[in-house]
């Protein structure tokens, strides 16, 4: 009796039914909710999902002004304004195109895919990623190294969209809306600053095969990614409203420049340039037929028609990456030992040391990192392990576990 009286008491803390009426009735900790409740409410959770990727001015995820967007980007990024306010302005700019969707106009308004350009460790990836965490559309980065041309081997170009399509859990309407970060640009440049003669299939051929990507057409995309093959379904993908934003360190590119200045870099006669130009930042002075002369195909370029360059990271903005951000590499290690319950410090005299390694390595932001893991990688091990609550990092400390990582590496 008690029992047959438990299962009408229990009911769908959604619907009102009782267990007899439904055919499962799933227990929480202080209600329960039947099998329908819970389809309809996963029902609902897709369709949220699938509009979040639908920008508008009302009723949904408002569409950030630029300056709000440089904002975000400055909690995460230090420096580096030039290269914020174009990438702030694109994305702004696809989001009201994407609003204008549909509208009949005489006027059609077309995307401009940009080209970042800036030495290693400035801030490339770490852009793309950091505007990846506020945007409503599908996001992905892709690195161009590992892209060949169809039939080689290593990755068809095709995987890239292959790659967007699964950041939009393969809704096609939403990938077609996306944004597409490719990294490492520069490595898909000719090898010679002539047309091969022979094939260039990581190089050349890759640049030929972006082209339909960059400029607006229906790519046939292999579902899974791999080789294609006839039999094969394919999901068609319409490029034209997908943002392309690339980046690439060039390294070398500053000789193309000066060159092109009338600079010398090197030589007896290297300082009787005109004060006018800055020799310590050649970048800024970065133009198309700069990247023509590194062996970007004309097509290419002219398909990527924003040009802005990161400026290289000087002391002051060294020291800043590691105790500004959000995710500032300091904050990091502070909060992995804060888990192990030990308070962690940093001497000033320590941080400054580890910018002067930096600069001496030029490796920019990565090379606080490798600084960084050297010194703290004996702690890291041993601490665990030990009763203690605080420790004090010190410039002593540093230099000795700096110089015992080096001379390990030197087999001494």
């Known amino acids: 009796m008690n029992k047959i009286k438990t299962i009408q008491e229990d009911r769908c803390a959604f619907c009102g039914r009782t ?15 039947c099998d329908e409740c819970a389809e309809q409410a996963h029902d609902i959770i897709q369709e949220e999902r699938k509009n979040k990727f639908i920008p508008q001015n009302h009723g949904g995820h408002e569409i950030k002004k630029p300056v709000e967007i440089k904002q975000f980007l400055d909690q995460y990024v230090i420096g580096q304004d030039e290269a914020k306010k174009y990438l702030a302005v694109a994305v702004y700019n696809h989001y009201k195109r994407l609003s204008r969707k549909g509208e009949r106009d005489d006027v059609e ?23 990846a ?18 039939g080689y081997v290593g990755e068809d170009i095709e995987s890239i969209l292959t790659r967007l399509l699964q950041a939009a859990d393969y809704d096609t309407e939403a990938a077609e809306r996306g944004i597409v970060f490719i990294d490492e640009l ?27 990507l960059l400029e607006g057409s229906v790519v046939n995309v292999p579902p899974q990614g791999g080789r294609k093959h006839p039999d094969q379904k394919m999901i068609p993908v ?25 600079t010398r870099v090197v030589g007896f006669n290297a300082g009787k340039e005109t004060d006018k130009v800055d020799r310590d930042n ?17 097509e290419i370029i002219g398909r990527l028609p924003v040009l802005t360059y990161l400026e290289p990271l000087d002391k002051n903005a060294l020291r800043d990456i590691l105790t500004e951000p959000k995710n500032a590499i300091t904050r990091q290690y502070i909060k992995l030992f804060a888990i192990d319950n030990i308070q962690l410090t940093f001497d000033e005299e320590v941080l400054d040391y580890i910018v002067d390694k930096a600069i001496e390595y030029k490796l920019g932001a990565r090379g606080l990192r490798s600084i960084c893991e050297a010194i703290m990688t004996d702690l890291m ?32």
């Open 133 to 150: 965490k506020m945007l409503h559309v599908p996001f992905t980065i892709v690195d161009a190294t590992v892209l060949t041309e169809a």
């Open 19 to 33: 267990r007899l009426d439904v055919d499962l009735l799933i227990r929480g900790e202080s209600a329960f909710i």
């Open 238 to 262: 319409n490029t034209k409203d997908i943002l392309f934003i690339c980046g690439g360190a060039f390294d070398g590119i500053e000789q193309k420049i000066a060159r092109r200045l009338n």
């Open 282 to 298: 050649l970048l800024q002075y970065i133009a198309p037929q700069d990247l023509k002369a590194f062996g970007l195909i004309p």
């Open 186 to 212: 520069d490595k898909i440049a000719r090898k010679g600053d002539n047309p091969s003669i022979t094939r260039d299939v990581s190089g050349e051929g890759v640049q030929q095969g972006l082209l339909k």
């Open 381 to 412: 091990f041993e601490t665990p392990s030990r009763d203690c609550h605080a420790i004090t990092i010190t410039k002593e400390y540093a230099t000795t576990k700096l110089d015992k990582a080096h001379t390990l590496k030197l087999g001494a």
């Open 109 to 131: 308004i077309e995307k401009s895919n940009i080209i970042l350009v800036g030495r290693t460790g400035t801030g490339k990836t770490l852009l793309a990623r950091t505007i």
